[in-house]
C-alpha cells in the first residue's frame, strides 16, 4: 500500500505577481502570495507626503486620543498608514469605521480595530449611509481625508445632524519603482499586477506604458476597476469581494502566460 502524500499543486505556482503597497499591508499580501506558491514582488507605487497643514492634523489626533470623538471615519489604506505613522492612539470609546476590505485589512494589520464597513457600498456614500443608520443621535465624528478626495462623507453626516471635524490627513504621492521592476513589467517577467486603488492604478499607467497582454490586470472590486479603466489600463479580472484573498483567488483562475504552450514547439 502507498502511503506517499500526493502533493496539490499551489494555484499560483511559478506565478510572479506585482504588489503595489509595501508596509504591513504589503507584507501580509505577500505572505498570502507566497503561501499559493506565488513570488510576490513588492513595490510601494504610492505613498503619502505630509499634509500642508500638519499642526490641524496633530491637534486632531490628540484630541482623537483624548476621547474627543464618537466616531473616527477611515476611508483608504493610506489613511492607516498616517495614523501608523504618527502612532495615532484610539480609545476604546471611538468607534472605527473603514470604507472597505482594504481599508480595514490595512488598520487591523497595525493593530486598530474596525467596528463597521459598509454592508454593500464600499465608498464614502455607502459608509454615511449605514453610520447614519446606526446613529440617529448626532455624534462628535473625525473624517481623515486625503488632499484630493471630495468631503462627500463630511457633506453627508452634517447632513444628517452630527458634529463633524474633517481634517486632511495627507497627499498622495507617487513613488518610481527600480530599473529592474520596471523592466520585469515591460518584459512580461511580472505576470500580474494588483490594483488596489485609482491612485494605484494611476502610478501603473504611468510607470508601466508597455504592460504586454499577457499580463493580468487585477482589480479589488468594481469601483477600483472602474478608477483603474478610468485611468486608461484594461482591466482582466475583478475580485467579487473587496478583499486580498478574494483578489489572488481571481488571479489564480487564470492559467500561467506561455505555461500552455511551452511543450508545443
Do not use: C
Amino acid at each position: 500500500m502507498n502511503t506517499g502524500t500526493h502533493q496539490i499543486p499551489k494555484p499560483l505556482a511559478g506565478w510572479r505577481v506585482l504588489v503595489p503597497r509595501g508596509g504591513p499591508w504589503g507584507d501580509g499580501v505577500a505572505a498570502t502570495l507566497r503561501s499559493q506558491g506565488a513570488t510576490p514582488v513588492v513595490a510601494p507605487l504610492i505613498n503619502f507626503a505630509p499634509t500642508n497643514d500638519e499642526p490641524t492634523l496633530v491637534q486632531a489626533l490628540a484630541d482623537l486620543a483624548a476621547g474627543e470623538f464618537d466616531w473616527l471615519t477611515v476611508t483608504s489604506a493610506t489613511t492607516a498608514d498616517v495614523l501608523y505613522a504618527y502612532r495615532a492612539q484610539i480609545p476604546a470609546s471611538t468607534r472605527v469605521a473603514a470604507v472597505g476590505e482594504t481599508t480595514a485589512a490595512a488598520l487591523q494589520s497595525m493593530g486598530y480595530r474596525v467596528d463597521l464597513i459598509p454592508d454593500q457600498d464600499n465608498s464614502a456614500a455607502g459608509m454615511a449611509e449605514q453610520l447614519i443608520g446606526e446613529e440617529p443621535e448626532p455624534r462628535d465624528i473625525l473624517t481623515l481625508r486625503s488632499e484630493i478626495a471630495k468631503p462627500v462623507l463630511t457633506r453627508l453626516l452634517i447632513e444628517a445632524g452630527h458634529r463633524v471635524r474633517s481634517v486632511v490627513a495627507y497627499r498622495t504621492v507617487g513613488v518610481p519603482v527600480t530599473e529592474k521592476i520596471a523592466h520585469d513589467v515591460h518584459s512580461g517577467r511580472i505576470n500580474a499586477i494588483l490594483i488596489t486603488s485609482g491612485s494605484v492604478a494611476e502610478q501603473v499607467h504611468e510607470q508601466f506604458p508597455d504592460i504586454p497582454d499577457t499580463t493580468v490586470i487585477a482589480a479589488i472590486g468594481p469601483r477600483t476597476a472602474k478608477d483603474a479603466r478610468r485611468a486608461g489600463l484594461s482591466v482582466d479580472v475583478v475580485a467579487d469581494r473587496q478583499t486580498v484573498d478574494a483578489l489572488i483567488e481571481a488571479v489564480s483562475r487564470f492559467s500561467l502566460p506561455h505555461a500552455a504552450d511551452e511543450f508545443s514547439v
